[in-house]
């Protein structure tokens, strides 16, 4: 009878049904100059590329535009170069309202009325799976609008137009976004791969010192865990990044960017589902800082401290060959401040935990067995890193 079923017995009857299905994910990351002059067809081409022909008829593809307002205070031109640009590719283009200002910098990411406010105008201008929504600004606004979009429909598909050096050369050409949840970095986001990224090099040129400054520091993170020959030359074209020489800056965004991508790309784990988080090098202290600062510190000031003390800690636990040095010149000659007030109160212990927790499952802090050689650690003696943030306090420029 079947009331006298025990689950057990169900259980038995009942073979699970196994599913398996892979997805593969391909997009662009695009360099190039004047990319807001109607002559230039990337921009146009990330937004329409891969659009339905519905009826033997290629549509325009629907567009909403959302973009810094740090960028469009130091460059109002944007929004109505943007609409013109579209106006002028509207054939394939269709943007369907003028370009949305969204507050820029961390306050983006901090304020949960950004991410309601850019889910109500896609909801307002009845954008869909098959739209787009154009990102255009700073690595926190990237992300603020990249979750709105992630989580709107399930999914809108984004197109990322970076403008800061940080945002060009690692936070906006990868497969995730974040926004922050009552003071906790990160703490909210999603996996979501982009239609593609625009990064124009041109829209470097209103940035201010730090933001410009800032973004190296991921430049030299990923050297340190992968690529020496990438160091060596950071190293020498260091006078040139100090003065922000074009030339030089390009070639370590191209490079940068490159190296992260080829990670993202080949690690195994795009999605980060193991613990393990080599891109991750000086972050676990660099977030611990960005909060302890109230986020005054930029995102890449906190990782060139991160840098710092984590490579003084791999030389004083005897992984890395007395070369932590070089990494703290370089670090000088960029002009980064590696000693501001948040380091005084940083929690060792509580930081590790925090990292521990966001990442899930074991500790797993990489560290430096050479230059240009990440290794994995498990465990971290909380009092060297101590005494490394005071080796960092003597031999650094506040
Ligand atoms: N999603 C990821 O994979 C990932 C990776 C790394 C970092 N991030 C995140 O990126 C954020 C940091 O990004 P960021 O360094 O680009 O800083 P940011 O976005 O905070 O921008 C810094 C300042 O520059 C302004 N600005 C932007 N472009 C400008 C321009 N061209 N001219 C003048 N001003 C301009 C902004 O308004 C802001 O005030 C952090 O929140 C970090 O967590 C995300
Ligand atoms: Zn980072």
């Known amino acids: 009878m079947r009331g006298e079923q025990t689950d057990s017995s169900l259980t038995e009857r009942m073979e699970p049904i196994q599913t398996a299905f892979d997805v593969s994910y391909a997009y662009p990351v695009v360099f190039s100059r004047g990319s807001l002059e109607p002559a230039n067809p990337a921009l146009r081409d990330l937004v329409a590329g891969g659009s339905g022909r519905v009826g033997g008829v290629t549509e325009p593809v629907r567009a909403l535009a959302f973009v810094d307002d740090g960028l469009l205070a130091a460059a109002p031109r944007v929004a109505s170069d943007l609409a013109a640009y579209a106006a002028a590719h509207a054939d394939r283009f269709d943007l369907v309202a003028p370009p949305i200002a969204v507050m820029g910098g961390e306050r983006s990411k901090s304020d949960p009325d950004v991410v ?5 105008a896609i909801a307002e201008h009845d954008l869909c799976r098959q739209s787009v929504v154009l990102v255009v600004g700073g690595g926190a606004v990237i992300d603020a609008v990249g979750h709105a979009a992630a989580t709107a429909h399930r999914g809108v598909e984004v197109v990322r137009v970076p403008t800061t050096v940080l945002a060009q ?10 926004i922050n949840f009552e003071g906790r970095k990160n703490f909210l986001g999603t996996f979501a791969p982009p239609r593609g990224v625009l990064n124009d090099f041109d829209l470097l040129a209103t940035l201010g010192e730090r933001d410009r400054r800032s973004g190296i520091a991921e430049a030299i993170k990923v050297a340190l865990i992968r690529d020496g020959a990438f160091f060596e030359s950071l ?16 070639a370590m965004i191209r490079r940068c960017a490159e190296l992260h991508l080829v990670h993202i790309a080949t690690s195994g784990d795009p999605f980060e589902r193991g613990s393990a988080r080599p891109l991750d090098f000086g972050h676990w202290l660099a977030h611990h800082l960005e909060e302890r600062s109230g986020f005054a510190l930029r995102h890449g000031e906190a990782v060139a401290i991160g840098i710092a003390v984590d490579a003084i800690y791999s030389e004083k636990v005897g992984l890395l060959p007395a070369s932590a040095h070089r990494i703290l010149d370089l670090l000088a000659t960029l002009g980064f401040p590696l000693h501001p007030p948040a380091l005084a109160d940083v929690d060792v212990e509580q930081a590790l935990e925090s990292f521990r927790a966001h990442l899930g499952g074991r500790l797993c802090i990489t560290l430096l067995a050479d230059i240009g050689v990440g290794v994995e650690v498990h465990e971290i003696d909380p009092a060297l890193v101590r005494k490394s943030i005071a080796f960092l306090g003597e031999h650094a420029p506040c």
């Open 169 to 178: 050369n690692d936070a906006s050409i990868g497969v995730k976004n974040a």
């Open 235 to 250: 190293v020498r074209d260091g006078a040139s990044l100090a003065a922000f020489a074009p030339g030089a800056m390009q």
């Open 116 to 120: 309601r406010d850019v889910l109500r």
